[in-house]
């Protein structure tokens, strides 16, 4: 079992760039593949990246690809997203998440999850 606590989140103005972090109990991080999902008011939660065990390999959503990057420290434990030029329709409630695999992007794939980290970025 996992325990995963987001940081990191605020508000930001269009452009700028924002860095979440993830923080993992346990030390059984690295076996885990890991994800980032997000959730605006009055829509579903959606994919936004995924990353392999050993961060080798890493997956993204259309709509954050070239801009999002999503990274692991497994020596420290820690989950990264840095988030570049962002843009209002970013703001949501993000989410960092463990599973046994990165490849798939269904929240239901994902087993553990964290309370998430509220990101606002305003026009």
């Known amino acids: 079992q996992v325990q995963l606590v987001e940081s990191g989140g605020g508000l930001v103005q269009a452009g700028g760039s924002l860095r979440l972090s993830c923080a993992a109990s346990g030390r059984t991080f690295s076996s885990y593949a890991m994800g980032w999902f997000r959730q605006a008011p009055g829509k579903e939660r959606e994919f936004v990246a995924a990353?392999?065990?050993?961060?080798?390999?890493?997956r993204y959503a259309d709509s954050v690809k070239g801009r999002f990057t999503c990274s692991r420290d497994n020596t420290k434990n820690t989950l990264y997203l840095q988030m570049n030029s962002l843009k209002p329709e970013d703001t949501a409630v993000y989410y960092c998440?463990?599973?046994?695999?990165?490849?798939?992007?269904?929240?239901?794939?994902?087993?553990?999850w964290g309370q998430g980290t509220q990101v606002t970025v305003s026009s």
């Open positions: 990353i392999s065990w050993s961060g080798t390999s890493t």
């Open positions: 998440a463990a599973g046994s695999t990165w490849i798939l992007s269904s929240a239901a794939a994902f087993t553990y």
